[in-house]
């Protein structure tokens, strides 16, 4: 694939709608694109979100499926673009209660687009996923790997991959679909960083652990095929993530067709790894319990990221998981001052 749209990026300012800005990912994505001069607005129904990631000035409570206060947010802000952070994210919970990630991931996302169809809006940057793709055929998995996800969560980003694809031909509403792999890390230098609650992600549990804050971290399946007999997954620096939605955006401001990229390091890491490269960081150590796998989980999932690459010149700046965990090693340890120290025993 050539370069091309590399070179025809615009990356004028633009007042962009971040929807769920007040989330893990969301966040650091607005404080990426102010560092970048564009102005920012942000909806949140603070299902999951915090208020203190909040890093725009203009935040606006309300639900993707409300479409007045789309419409109004659109118009009262003259928004440019939108990107579309605002989702369910956990994989077992969506196994237990699909109908919620269906009505909010699936009918949130359709709303949206629906009103920003109505307010002459038509340039969106869509969080998708790997879990899309399902259990892998081959390594690195690339754009055109056979999607057959195994859960309702992946397929909740399918169907919203393919409502995109349809809106595009009748509305004219152009997308990017980005599928990220497993985000890590936190912001360098802002008060920002992985949030989630519960915390299901491997990087900040074994931090936690390393703080004292529990106990212990449960291992799911040491019996996988691969090296050490731990799953395999491919983690990518949050601010990498964040920069690949500006490149999206300065590319569909360039007038570029709807596109779908993967995002990840191209390097697979055992959870083995990843709790001796915790370990490594904190000068502490981890105590593990080793449990038996988890129905759905594939022994590896790793990206190919060259279509990005040589699309729209992405290049990860933390390609490094010691760097991208000492980022979030840097977070943990300060928020866990600020906050005071917890003991939890029901969060591990
Ligand atoms: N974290 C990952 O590793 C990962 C990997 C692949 C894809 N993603 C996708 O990235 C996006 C962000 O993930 P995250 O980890 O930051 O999750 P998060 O839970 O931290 O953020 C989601 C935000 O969206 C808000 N929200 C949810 N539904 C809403 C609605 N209908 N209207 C308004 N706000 C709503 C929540 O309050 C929260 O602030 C999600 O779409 C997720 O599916 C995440």
């Given at each position: 694939m050539s370069n091309t749209a590399a070179n025809k990026l615009d990356t004028s300012p633009q007042t962009v709608l971040i929807t769920g800005g007040a989330g893990y990912i969301g966040s650091h994505c607005v404080a990426h694109l102010k560092e970048y001069g564009h102005r920012v607005v942000i909806l949140d129904d603070f299902s999951t979100g915090f208020s203190h990631l909040i890093q725009a000035d203009d935040w606006v409570e309300g639900n993707t499926q409300d479409p007045e206060t789309v419409l109004q947010v659109l118009q009262d802000f003259s928004v440019d673009a939108v990107m579309h952070f605002a989702a369910h994210c956990y994989v077992g919970e969506s196994v237990q209660d699909p109908a919620k990630y269906y009505a909010n991931n699936v009918n949130g996302s359709l709303r949206l687009f629906q009103t920003m169809v109505a307010a002459g809006v038509r340039r969106l940057v869509f969080s998708s996923t790997c879990a899309i793709f399902g259990d892998p055929d081959y390594l690195p998995l690339d754009e055109t790997h056979p999607q057959r996800p195994i859960n309702p969560y992946g397929a909740s980003k399918q169907m919203v991959e393919r409502i995109l694809q349809d809106f595009d031909v009748a509305y004219g509403l152009k997308s990017v679909c980005l599928r990220y792999f497993n985000a890590a890390g936190a912001h360098p230098t802002l008060p920002i960083g992985e949030c989630h609650q519960p915390e299901t992600h491997l990087i900040p549990l074994a931090l936690d652990v390393a703080l004292g804050k529990r106990s212990h971290l449960d291992i799911f399946g040491a019996d996988y095929p691969t090296p050490d007999g731990t799953c395999i997954r491919d983690y990518v620096h949050?601010?990498?993530?964040?920069?690949?939605?500006r490149l999206a955006l300065a590319y569909l401001n360039a007038g570029g067709n709807s596109e779908?990229?993967?995002i990840g390091t191209e390097t697979g890491h055992s959870v083995k790894e990843v709790i001796t490269a915790c370990e490594h960081l904190?000068?502490?150590?981890?105590e593990v319990r080793m449990g038996p796998r988890r129905p759905g989980d594939p022994p590896s999932l790793v990206a190919s990221a060259q279509k990005i690459r040589h699309h729209l010149g992405w290049r990860p700046v933390y390609p490094n998981l010691e760097e991208t965990i000492q980022t979030a090693w840097q977070w943990a340890s300060k928020s866990h001052q600020a906050s005071g120290?917890?003991?939890?025993?029901?969060?591990?």
């Open positions: 949050i601010m990498d993530i964040a920069e690949a939605h779908h990229y993967n904190s000068g502490r150590a981890i120290y917890q003991s939890s025993t029901s969060s591990s």
